[in-house]
């Protein structure tokens, strides 16, 4: 059975999500590396785990999270579709079986906000695992920290803002809140709606996919 652990000591995974990280990287996005990848896997996992899913339907999960970025190492367009077949064809080569193979590539194919949609319980917790990391540490280009002034980019602004941001399930109440520390001298909170309010409402679909009621708190003021 091909696990979590054997997709991330997999060389080729290794160099594709690596490639895929210096991509964006050239490009001026945000890290989409291995941090990015783990944080993704082991959020997901962790959603399905609290909400009474079998332990290798969050173990799918899991590998789903870890991939979900790997297209990439192609393109930042229709990174999803591109990375849906890069790991359709690496999870059949390692000999997964063809059931479990369809749960992760859908997922994969559905996480970005731009056509996905919440088409399994994978999908919809990878959906929230995906846009609930915003971290200041996924900000390439720190060079000056006493101005700010080299942060042109609105998504490196608000990312660099976000002092801490933490996913918090109550599965017993059925809600779900992302709760996000944003610094106001670096960017202010509409910044952060002009940029994530398209992965806010996907978020919100995912979390009622998932029979759960999402919140997004900034700075201690619940705003959805």
């Known amino acids: 059975m091909l696990t979590y652990d054997k997709i991330r000591k997999n060389p080729a995974i290794q160099t594709y999500i690596q ?17 990015h ?6 959020t997901a996992a962790h959603i399905l785990l609290s909400l009474g899913f079998d332990e290798r339907t ?18 930042r367009e229709n990174h999803a579709l591109t990375g849906a077949t890069i790991a359709f064809t690496l999870l059949q ?17 559905n996480h970005d906000e731009s056509a996905g949609k919440n088409v399994t319980p994978i999908a919809a917790a990878l959906i929230l695992a995906d846009k609930s990391d915003v ?21 490196d602004r608000v990312n660099y ?24 001298s670096v960017c202010p909170v509409m910044d952060y709606f ?11 679909r995912a979390a009622e996919y998932l029979g759960l009621s999402f ?10």
């Open 58 to 75: 969050a173990e799918l999960a899991k590998i789903a999270g870890y991939l979900h970025d790997i297209g990439n190492m192609v393109n």
């Open 194 to 204: 002009e940029i994530f309010l398209q992965r806010m409402v996907m978020s919100r």
């Open 93 to 109: 080569s390692m000999g997964m079986e063809p059931t479990e193979i369809a749960k992760i590539v859908s997922a994969i194919g």
């Open 161 to 184: 803002a976000a002092k801490t941001s933490s996913l918090l399930l109550d599965a017993e109440g059925k809600e779900i809140t992302l709760s996000v520390e944003i610094d106001t």
């Open 135 to 155: 971290r200041r540490s996924r900000v390439r280009w720190v060079q000056d920290v006493a101005t700010l002034e080299f942060i042109e980019d609105i998504h």
């Open 215 to 224: 919140r997004l708190v900034i700075n201690g003021t619940v705003l959805l």
């Open 19 to 35: 490639t895929g990280n210096e991509v964006l990287g050239a490009i001026g996005y945000t890290e989409h590396g291995f941090a």
């Open 37 to 42: 990848a783990a944080k993704t896997a082991e």
